[in-house]
């Protein structure tokens, strides 16, 4: 299957990740939308949010989140998952925005 971000998640393309463990990888958003803007992704392929197969794969995401965040010394940021096209998702291989480093507005736009 020719999805980018299972080829990070495996290592086809070398990426700096910021966290890794058996489920799930953190890496740097390409076009960085703040100071800080990263990625969380499950290392299984799902689309989207819509094909999640077990309610596990969201509690392996989210609760990296704050552990990531501690690393990082944030401790306010916007998590966004994009759903679909219209939603603004463009890569569909599911995956968590955190964004910090600045205000954001609401609601987002
Ligand atoms: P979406 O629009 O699907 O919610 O978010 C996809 C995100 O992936 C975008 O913010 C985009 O900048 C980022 N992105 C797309 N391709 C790559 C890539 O090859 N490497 C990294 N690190 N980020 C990517
Ligand atoms: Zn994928």
Request: charged share 20%; proline share 6%; with cysteine.
């Amino acid at each position: 299957m020719d999805c980018i971000f299972c080829k990070i998640a495996n290592k086809e393309i070398p990426s700096e990740l910021i966290y890794e463990d058996d489920n799930v990888v953190a890496f740097n958003d390409l076009s960085p939308q703040a100071p800080i803007h990263f990625l969380v992704i499950p290392k299984k392929h799902y689309e989207s949010l819509n094909d999640i197969d077990s309610q596990v794969v969201f509690g392996q995401i989210f609760s990296t989140i704050p552990k990531i965040a501690e690393k990082l010394n944030i401790k306010e940021y916007r998590t966004v998952v994009n759903t679909g096209k219209s939603a603004g998702q463009t890569v569909f291989h599911l995956h968590v925005h955190v964004m910090s480093g600045r205000n954001f507005t609401w609601p987002a736009g």
